[in-house]
């Protein structure tokens, strides 16, 4: 009978924690989080389409936020940001890719494409960063701002938001710590 229950119970939590992948479901209702600034917690959207590093941040998070600094207003190009760790012009995959090999969390050398990100780090929402992919696309939230590719349904480039996005179907991925 023991060995019936602690069975039963072990299947139990393998069954929920092949569901902690948290993915968004379609609907208008799914979408990032909405901005609001936070002195030393929130970067400010400069003029220059650049933005601030929160002096309360994390040394990978800050990493992070200038990697994506250095790439901001790149033209959009499907494979951009693949073949060269430092391209002309990046895709989703790639600028994404590019913030987080700066910032140490993610892998030299690697060039993952949209749909490497649904398995990247763990399910949920981070801290400081919080990843979205699903097939075909993936962009990332830092310090409650977006960085994303896509701004008016197209490609445009990497490019930080203030404003919020539908996220249907999307996974929500994190690294633990941030």
């Known amino acids: 009978m023991y060995r019936y229950i602690t069975s039963l119970?072990?299947?139990?939590?393998?069954?929920?924690?092949?569901?902690?992948?948290?993915?968004?479901?379609?609907?208008?209702?799914?979408?990032?989080?909405?901005?609001?600034?936070?002195?030393?917690?929130?970067?400010?959207?400069?003029?220059?389409?650049?933005?601030?590093?929160?002096?309360?941040?994390?040394?990978?998070?800050?990493?992070?936020?200038?990697?994506a600094n250095k790439?901001?207003?790149?033209?959009?190009?499907?494979?951009?940001?693949?073949?060269?760790?430092?391209?002309?012009?990046?895709?989703?995959?790639g600028s994404v890719a590019f913030v987080l090999r700066e910032a140490g969390m993610l892998r030299q050398g690697r060039q993952p494409v949209s749909g490497y990100f649904l398995r990247w780090g763990r399910p949920g929402f981070g801290k400081w960063i919080t990843v979205y992919a699903k097939r075909g696309h993936v962009f990332m939230m830092i310090a409650g701002l977006r960085f994303d590719t896509t701004g008016s349904g197209r490609g445009v480039g990497p490019r930080w938001y203030t404003k919020s996005r539908p996220c249907g179907g999307f996974y929500v991925r994190r690294l633990p710590g941030y």
């Open 71 to 93: 790439i901001v207003g790149r033209p959009y190009r499907l494979g951009g940001g693949h073949g060269r760790h430092h391209d002309s012009a990046y895709d989703c995959s």
């Open 9 to 67: 119970l072990l299947l139990l939590v393998l069954l929920l924690t092949g569901c902690q992948q948290q993915r968004y479901r379609q609907g208008a209702s799914a979408r990032t989080p909405k901005y609001v600034y936070r002195a030393g917690y929130t970067p400010r959207l400069l003029p220059s389409g650049r933005a601030t590093i929160p002096r309360h941040a994390p040394e990978r998070v800050k990493k992070a936020i200038m990697a």
